[in-house]
């Protein structure tokens, strides 16, 4: 039976989480700050649509990019050249979470959410990178550092290989501070492209126990 959260409830073992692709752990709850950072350090996310309730999910297995495993082809690696391309990390962090909300398919980032992250974001713990073409925001992604874990939840572009090129930009970034990976949560061929591999939750999770102990990185 899936459980309902009420109140401060904890999550329960991500081992009880639904046998579908997914992993549908629990419902309920709420979007809060202290509730987020619960989720992630136990290897769980919010995932869900406006006409439902608040869902969270704990996939098995979990897609990972390691950083020294990324993948840069040499196109990408001419569009990180680009002198018309800049990367900037928290300047617009609203505006992303509004690039990576706007899918002609619709999108799992309503308004409650962008409210969510953005709360995040001012307590210290969710980043944006930002790929600029001048005056002009191309393309980026944003994700939560806990400790030195990093959990990727979105990315949006609007010119050749923007958000791509964000990417990169988070890795040195997160090489350069210690941080060994970053949780891409489900599959797909883009990150597959990139690097991003399959590991079992198990594994996912005892790492982001360890790393998001670790003292947390100045941004």
């Known amino acids: 039976m899936l459980a309902w959260l009420e109140g ?8 009880r989480a639904l046998k579908d692709p997914n992993g549908l752990l629990a419902a309920g709850g709420d ?6 950072l619960q989720a992630y350090r136990h290897g769980v996310f919010p995932w869900y649509s406006a006409a439902e309730p608040i869902l969270w999910w704990s996939p098995d ?10 993948k840069v082809s040499r196109s990408l690696a001419k569009s990180v050249r680009n002198k018309d391309y800049e990367v900037r990390i928290d300047t617009e962090f609203e505006r992303v979470l509004a690039g990576c909300a706007d899918r002609e398919q619709g999108t799992w980032l309503g308004r409650g959410m962008r409210a969510a992250y953005f709360a995040l974001h001012q307590a ?38 923007a958000s791509k090129v964000a990417l990169v930009i988070l890795v040195q970034e ?25 590991v079992p939750r198990r594994a996912l999770c005892a790492g982001a126990d360890a790393l998001g102990k670790l003292p947390r990185a100045d941004w």
């Open 8 to 15: 401060a409830e904890p999550f329960p073992p991500v081992e």
């Open 31 to 36: 979007l809060s700050v202290p509730r987020l």
């Open 61 to 70: 297995p979990r897609l990972v990019l390691h950083c020294d495993e990324l």
């Open 124 to 161: 210290g713990y969710a980043h944006s990178f930002e790929t600029w073409h001048g005056a002009d925001l191309v393309g980026g992604l944003y994700g939560v550092a806990l400790g030195r874990m990093f959990y990727g939840e979105s990315m949006f572009s609007r010119a050749t290989d």
């Open 174 to 198: 997160l090489k350069a501070r210690g941080f060994p990976l970053i949780d891409c949560q489900m599959h797909t061929p883009l990150l597959a492209s990139l690097g991003a591999r399959e």
